[in-house]
């Protein structure tokens, strides 16, 4: 006869058994399915590879910050030189560039490299077909394809972000400020939503060739589209535009500078830039030029951080209006296709 203390072992680890399958029986398909698909992300060799890039571009941005905070802090002709964090990700002594200008640059490479195969090769491998031969609902599989990466993306940006605050509060002592720790947690929010949205593209393109190769070759050549010759072509078009002959009055210089202005916020890493930028330096007041009635009685100082929200939130609407645009015509293709063929 086995002892009391033996049986209520037995009773304690059967029930454990029964809770563990119980929550395994309760957990939706669209939540098991974007875990795995967040951890073929984690441990597949693009990612890995992609997550070395950034790390050291992160780590190379951080250290040259870290050697000019002295000097940056000390300007007293710089409106932002309190706001320490702040500084560690906009100071560069022009050997290499701020850490989000290197996630201008590395950012759609990301999301390209989480998203381009998204569909194709499932349908290429013949898993398409198994899958959606299981009970889930045919968009579960897109959702997750997408919520999947971009959590992976989530989780890189804010390990990274932790790691500069906690390297700067070690090294110079200063505690973070609350408004400080939002701005860049709005920094960080507007980078995912700047990579979201080439995933978004990434998957739209999975969709639409069957091919792999072909959907990364037509994600990189718009990435190189809009990075390499798109400020070519607007510099083109302006030079057409502009009277060749004698000075312009101020308000055609103004409007042509507008112009200017919207024909490259057409291109999504201009309006990643602009947002970053004025979400990271508070003295930023304005993204177009200013009038001399703008500039009359303006005293250089940093603003409140919802006056910085109000100046980025056409970038931040025009950002999320092109992802669920992307994405929605990948929804829409991929609720017509044909599985089986």
């Not at 072992?9 to 939706?28: D, N, P, Y």
């Amino acid at each position: 006869m086995e002892s009391p203390l033996v049986y209520f072992k037995g009773l304690f680890s059967k029930g454990i058994m029964h809770k563990g399958l119980e929550q395994q029986k309760a957990e939706s398909p669209f939540r098991a399915m974007t875990r795995k698909e967040a951890g073929d992300h984690v441990r597949s060799w693009r990612f890995i590879v992609m997550l070395i890039l950034i790390a050291l571009t992160f780590l190379g941005a951080l250290y040259v910050s870290l050697s000019n905070i002295s000097a940056a802090t000390a300007n007293i002709n710089d409106p932002d030189r309190l706001f320490v964090y702040l500084k560690l990700l906009t100071t560069s002594d022009g050997t290499l560039p701020t850490f989000h200008v290197f996630i201008s640059f590395l950012g759609p490479l990301l999301g390209i490299a989480l998203g381009f195969d998204a569909i194709n090769s499932e349908q290429n491998n013949g898993t398409l077909t198994r899958l959606m031969a299981q009970p889930i609902y045919r968009d579960n599989v897109l959702l997750t394809k997408f919520c999947g990466a971009l959590i992976v993306v989530s989780v890189l940006f804010l390990c990274l972000v932790l790691l500069m605050i906690g390297g700067g509060m070690m090294i110079t002592g200063v505690l973070v400020e609350p408004g400080e720790l939002l701005r860049i947690l709005g920094f960080v929010a507007m980078s995912i939503l700047y990579v979201g949205f080439w995933l978004s593209l990434a998957i739209l393109l999975s969709v639409r060739f069957r091919n792999a190769a072909t959907s990364a070759l037509a994600a990189i050549g718009i990435w190189l589209f809009f990075t390499v010759f798109y400020r070519i072509i607007v510099n083109l078009i302006m030079s057409a535009v502009l009277p060749s002959s004698g000075p312009l009055p101020p308000e055609d210089l103004l409007s042509y500078n507008n112009l200017l202005l919207f024909l490259l916020r057409l291109a999504p890493s201009q309006l990643y830039t602009d947002a970053a930028t004025t979400l990271l330096m508070p003295s930023v007041r304005s993204l177009g030029p200013l009038t001399m009635e703008q500039m009359a009685g303006a005293i250089p100082s940093p603003l409140p951080l919802k006056e910085s929200l109000m100046i980025v939130w056409p970038q931040v609407t025009g950002l999320l209006a092109a992802t669920t645009v992307c994405f929605a015509l990948a929804y829409y293709l991929f609720m017509r296709r044909e599985i089986r063929t």
